[in-house]
T-cell receptor, first 115, second 111 residues
Framework: DTGVSQNPRHKITKRGQNVTFRCDPI?????LYWYRQTLGQGPEFLTY????????KSRLLSDRFSAERPKGSFSTLEIQRTEQGDSAMYLC?????????????FGDGTRLSIL | GENVEQHPSTLSVQEGDSAVIKCTYS??????FPWYKQELGKRPQLIID?????GEKKDQRIAVTLNKTAKHFSLHITETQPEDSAVYFC??????????FGTGTRLQVFP
């Protein structure tokens, strides 16, 4: 399966701890997106990359959140000093570039639970 | 601001009936409208999409219609089957290519 891969699938941590998630996009997809999804809601945009450049960050993304895509392949999303409200499913999606609005394909997500 | 409204939030139909889900978007620059199906505990799966230069698109039992003037788009599922039961999300692109999602419709198809 060469789809979008996310690790870990589940993360349980205590409030105040730092967590890091990884996303491996479909190979040759140069766009990579991070979304957050809470129960009963649609995915909510966080940030996205074109190759290694971070092109946009949501205003919802506090300074405790940082994302990187250092070599334009996999990406990491780090949350520092986690809070209860950070509990959610964190989804990654990728798309091919070149033209705007190419279909975005999602991974299975990382479910974060803050104790 | 950028917003997508989706209705209804829940929809129950008998197997074989049709189901229609409607969305409205606010950003006049939106030009791409995908629909995703999400089963419990699984990833959102792209089922159909439409671009602003097209008014309707069909793929077997699924069709999507777009009215750019009214900023409405709809998903139509015909001859529904129990395996169509899931949460469906509409989305609209922004001028920066990110997607704004609706709040979802839980579709239940009863045998």
């Amino acid at each position: 399966d060469t789809g979008v891969s996310q690790n870990p699938r589940h993360k349980i941590t205590k409030r105040g701890q730092n967590v890091t998630f990884r996303c491996d996009p479909i190979s040759e997809h140069n766009r990579l997106y991070w979304y957050r999804q809470t129960l009963g809601q649609g995915p909510e945009f966080l940030t996205y990359f074109q190759n290694e450049a971070q092109l946009e960050k949501s205003r919802l993304l506090s300074d405790r959140f940082s994302a990187e895509r250092p070599k334009g392949s996999f990406s990491t999303l780090e949350i520092q000093r986690t809070e209860q409200g950070d509990s959610a499913m964190y989804l990654c999606a990728s798309s091919s570039g070149g033209y705007s609005n190419q279909p975005q394909h999602f991974g299975d997500g990382t479910r974060l639970s803050i104790l | 601001g950028e917003n997508v409204e989706q209705h209804p939030s829940t929809l129950s139909v008998q197997e074989g009936d049709s189901a229609v889900i409607k969305c409205t978007y606010s950003d006049s620059a939106s030009n791409y409208f995908p629909w995703y199906k999400q089963e419990l505990g699984k990833r959102p799966q792209l089922i159909i999409d439409i671009r602003s230069n097209v008014g309707e698109k069909k793929d077997q039992r699924i069709a999507v219609t777009l009215n750019k003037t009214a900023k409405h788009f709809s998903l139509h599922i015909t001859e529904t089957q129990p395996e169509d039961s899931a949460v469906y999300f509409c989305a609209a692109s922004t001028r920066t290519d990110k997607l704004i999602f609706g709040t979802g419709t839980r579709l239940q198809v009863f045998p």
